[in-house]
């Protein structure tokens, strides 16, 4: 059983900062945290994929944040982070941590609340 834990949301103005991370636990099948990722979902909208990353360190961003975001991993911590700049009001929503042999797999974590307002 994969737990996930995030933490670092937080209610930021536009134009800011913020830094997520998460942490991995509770498996000893190393393809359980092959690839990293972080999803959204803000209200009445469907999870998307944010970004997400391999443990070679291939990356893959959704288009809205491309060039704000950056997702790294420590590959030893099973760790995943994602640095948030340039924070615009339509990033608000919650986010998810998710891991697996692949992104999207059945693994995730509770979400923490990102909130930009303007």
């Known amino acids: 059983q994969v737990q996930l834990v995030e933490s670092g949301g937080g209610l930021v103005q536009a134009g800011g900062s913020l830094r997520l991370s998460c942490a991995a636990s509770?498996?000893?099948?190393?393809?359980?945290?092959?690839?990293m990722s972080w999803y959204r979902q803000a209200p009445g909208k469907q999870r998307e994929l944010v970004a997400t990353m391999g443990r070679g360190g291939n990356t893959k961003y959704a288009d809205s944040v491309k060039g704000r975001f950056t997702i790294s991993r420590d590959n030893v911590k099973n760790m995943v982070s994602l640095q948030m700049n340039s924070l615009k009001p339509e990033d608000t929503a919650i986010y998810y941590c998710?891991?697996?042999?692949?992104?999207?797999?059945?693994?995730w974590g509770q979400g923490t609340q990102v909130t930009v307002s303007s």
């Open positions: 509770g498996s000893s099948f190393s393809s359980n945290f092959d690839v």
């Open positions: 998710n891991a697996g042999p692949y992104s999207g797999y059945q693994n």
